[in-house]
């Protein structure tokens, strides 16, 4: 390794969604920027995620973000612009999972279903299902409820990093970055690996990494919060479903958020929601048998003998809110030539970037040609479960 220091336009620290979409835009314009990953590129919460893409109107209007509720609600259509290659960043060549997603409610809770769809969780526009258009998993006689389709749309997220990297891999190098220095309130370098680095402007995008970060930066007064979750992980032989269920044991929440996973060993159901947030309070045997009665349950027609269960924990790791809760919006902050950036939903990391982007075109001092570190590439991490 070198001992001088690398420059570089713009740092970025961390390899989530957040750090790879704001690579992709600044690579576009033609920004220097290179993008450091502790382990592989979404190993945090982003291949953890269920890989949602969810419009927002509602969520954000009751929040009394009237612009940024119009932004969100449109995010479903921004995505699938991308997809198609017509998009503020082309992603042609990643898939979606499903170009569908459902919510449905059990049996003899039509009246709940409603108030659910006018909750705070449940955003956009729903429309309401006849059961030929039920997912398989829903078309049994025994089934009784009621079925809606949200305009939401699900990632293939292995595939939308494959994508976004696909022109600037070689930009992505592997290692843990420390701030290696502060000097008159701005970031003097970072240290990854034996790399000493420095940059006209340093973003951090490292999610739960943030923390350690930020506390060593101009930025230690931003605060972090984490919201523990156990996701439950079923495989076996089941039809695949992207669906909330909706239910008066978990109020406004999903009482269960299901997506799906295909792999030799079966289909996958990858379980969040209120399922999740509660199973923090329970061991791993407790969530299996929690999950397990759960799902009987609520599909009794289908038989969950033989499928292997198991569980994942996963922390959100979003900006302090007083209230504990769900930030409404993505969050970005600078200070001097140090940047901060939450997305809060895999959903939002598009207009996270843009955010940082208003911050960090004023920094960039101009584009030297460099060096590149000696650093090994970062490639896209496994996906934790299926
Ligand atoms: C179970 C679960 C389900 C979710 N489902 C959805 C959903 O369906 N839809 C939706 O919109 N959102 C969802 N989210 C939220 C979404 O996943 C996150 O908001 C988003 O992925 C955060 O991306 P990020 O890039 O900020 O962080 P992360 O994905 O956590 O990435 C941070 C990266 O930084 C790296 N790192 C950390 N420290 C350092 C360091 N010092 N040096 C170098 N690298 C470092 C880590 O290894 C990691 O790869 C979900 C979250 C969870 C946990």
């Keep these: 390794m070198s001992g001088e220091a690398k420059h570089v336009s713009v740092a970025i620290v961390g390899g ?48 009394g973000r009237d612009g940024l509720g119009e932004s969100l609600a449109h995010m479903p259509d921004f995505w699938r612009a991308c997809l ?71 990632l293939n997220v292995p595939s939308i990093l494959n994508a976004l990297t696909s022109t600037c891999a070689h930009r992505c190098f592997r290692g843990s970055a420390k701030v290696d220095g502060v000097h008159n309130g701005q970031i003097t370098s970072l240290f990854c690996n034996g790399e000493h680095i420095t940059a006209d402007c340093y973003v951090f995008c490292a999610g739960a990494g943030n923390d350690a970060l930020i506390a060593d930066s101009p930025l230690a007064y931003v605060k972090m919060q984490r919201r523990p979750l156990k996701q439950a992980i079923v495989t ?14 978990s109020g406004t929440k999903p009482r269960v958020t299901i997506t799906s996973h295909e792999s030799d060993a079966g289909t996958t159901w990858y379980l969040g929601g209120a399922l999740a947030e509660t199973g923090t309070t329970r061991s791993d045997p407790e969530q299996v048998s929690f999950t397990r009665s759960e799902l009987v349950e609520l599909f009794p027609w289908l038989s969950f003998d033989g499928c292997t269960f198991d569980t994942l ?68 991490a496994r996906m934790p479960f299926g």
């Design 16 to 63: 989530g969604i957040a750090g790879v979409w704001l690579l992709r835009i600044l690579s576009d314009l033609g920004i220097n920027a290179w993008l450091f990953e502790a382990e592989g590129l979404g190993a945090g919460q982003t291949l953890a995620s269920q890989g949602m893409i969810h419009g927002g109107l509602k969520y954000q209007l009751h929040a």
């Design 84 to 154: 198609r290659g017509q998009g503020a960043v082309d992603l042609r060549g990643a898939e979606t999972s499903s170009d569908h997603y459902y919510l449905f409610s059990p049996g003899g809770m039509a009246n709940r279903l409603t108030a659910f769809l006018g909750s705070r969780m449940i955003v956009g526009r729903a429309e309401k299902c006849s059961r030929d258009y039920y997912p398989e998993a829903l078309r049994h006689n025994d089934f009784s409820g009621s079925v809606y389709q949200l305009q939401d749309v699900v």
């Design 236 to 249: 076996g032989d089941l039809p695949a479903l992207y669906a909330h269920v909706a239910s008066p044991l």
């Design 313 to 380: 924990d996963i922390d959100r790791a979003e900006p302090d809110q007083l209230s504990g809760g769900l930030p409404d919006s993505p969050f970005v902050e600078k200070v001097g030539n140090a940047i901060v950036c939450w997305p809060t939903k895999l959903t939002l990391a598009p207009l996270m970037a843009d955010f940082a982007l208003s911050h960090i075109k004023p920094l960039i001092a101009g584009n030297t040609s460099s060096t590149l570190p000696e650093l090994e590439v970062a490639k896209i």
